[in-house]
């Protein structure tokens, strides 16, 4: 899938960043107002969760097409959390350059899962 021997779904690029970007949404939606902590924050968390979590839950089911499932839903969560840094970033909740360097992480792992996605696609089709 990825370059070298994929064990398991943490030894994938995606699932890494991903993680690490949902630590991230994590911490920076512990600032939102206390109003909004079971809100917007709740929903950015959320979202930004179900993008690693989709990752390996779709791996470790060891299905092609079914990865691919997960793929896709991972890149809809990808989308959520895209609208949602913007309505953050619009409200007021998150500064610029944080919303810059949040929003920027994403379209790399939104390029990855698109990468990935076409491999296994590519991949499920040649074992049929």
């Not at 630590?23 to 809100?39: C, L, S």
């Not at 949040?102 to 792992?109: P, Y």
């Amino acid at each position: 899938m990825e370059r070298g021997k994929v064990r398991s779904y943490r030894d994938l690029q995606v699932w890494q960043r991903s993680k690490a970007l949902a630590v991230e949404i994590y911490r920076v939606t512990a600032a939102f107002p206390p109003k909004d902590q079971y809100g917007l924050a709740d929903q950015m968390r959320r979202a930004a969760v179900s993008i690693p979590s989709n990752i390996a839950e779709g791996h470790i089911r060891r299905s092609p097409k079914v990865f691919a499932q997960h793929i896709d839903i991972a890149l809809g969560s990808a989308a959520e959390l895209s609208t949602q840094l913007e309505i953050a970033r619009d409200i007021g909740y998150l500064a610029e350059p944080v919303y810059q360097s949040l929003q920027s992480e994403l379209e790399e792992i939104v390029k990855m899962l698109f990468g990935l996605l076409s491999t296994v696609t590519r991949n499920s089709h040649r074992t049929r």
